[in-house]
């Protein structure tokens, strides 16, 4: 027999088979506010009826939280109801979401202790050439003939795919996932030097400014951050 916990799992990860369901989850996820049905519904290019189902579906599978409030900061008589608002419960399903990419970090770390003595390469080298290899996939899918904004945008759809779940907030990319969470909080230091050394790699192998990347610690996001970098 199942207990409690693994029944929901399995529950959250079935609310996600849908693909909308699962692009309005990983939409309201990157969202540094909660959303509306309406907002969401735009976002997507959905109707708001198909968008409210499918959040509050999310909503019973404990992916998200609802919470009711009116935008407008107005109260009383003529304000209008509350709306009715969507934000990432912080649940996380399966294997997991947001997706945990541990293999990758002990292959790092494998790689970067097994080397021969006189050729030895720090983790931050290792991590840098597998960043590397990330953004020359950035690259191809950009195009041969791709600009900067182009290969950004790029790079932005390599790291989701890795896990980071990247958003844009005041001309800086910020990541609102670490793949490597849990062994972050135990060997901060080690593994956002890693992050950071692989994420400049990945510049470096999109052919943008890798000096971009910087340690930026926040609350609920990666350790690093970098510029949009559009030009």
Same mark, same amino acid.
């Given at each position: 027999m199942l207990n409690?916990?693994? @029944? +929901?799992?399995?529950?959250?990860?079935?609310?996600?088979a849908d693909p909308v369901r699962r692009r309005l989850y990983l939409h309201v996820a990157a969202q540094p506010d909660a959303?509306?049905?309406d907002d969401a519904a735009a976002a997507l290019s959905i109707g708001r009826p198909l968008a409210a189902h499918h959040l509050d579906r999310l909503v019973a599978a404990g992916l998200l939280? @609802? +919470?009711y409030r009116r935008r407008s900061g107005r109260t009383g008589p003529g304000a209008g109801r509350p709306a009715k608002l969507y934000r990432a419960s912080g649940t996380e399903v399966g294997a997991t979401l947001p997706q945990r990419r541990y293999e990758v970090a002990a292959e790092l770390m494998a790689t970067s202790l097994e080397r021969p003595s006189h050729g030895l390469e720090t983790l931050e080298d290792v991590a840098h050439r597998y960043g590397t290899t990330?953004?020359?996939?950035a690259r191809r899918r950009a195009g041969p003939r791709a600009g900067a904004a182009r290969r950004r945008d790029a790079v932005l759809s390599v790291?989701?795919?890795?896990?980071?779940?990247p958003a844009v907030r005041e001309?800086?990319?910020r990541?609102?996932?670490?793949p490597?969470?849990?062994l972050a909080q135990r060997h901060r230091l080690v593994t956002c030097d890693m992050n950071l050394a692989m994420l400049r790699g990945v510049l470096d192998g999109a052919r943008l400014p890798e000096d971009g990347a910087r340690l930026d610690p926040q609350p609920g996001t990666c350790c690093v951050a970098f510029s949009e970098q559009r030009s």
């Open positions: 409690d916990r693994t @029944a +929901e799992g399995i529950e959250s990860i079935a609310a996600l959303v509306s049905r939280s @609802a +919470e990330l953004g020359a996939e790291l989701a795919d890795a896990g980071y779940l001309g800086e990319v990541l609102l996932n670490c490597f969470h849990d």
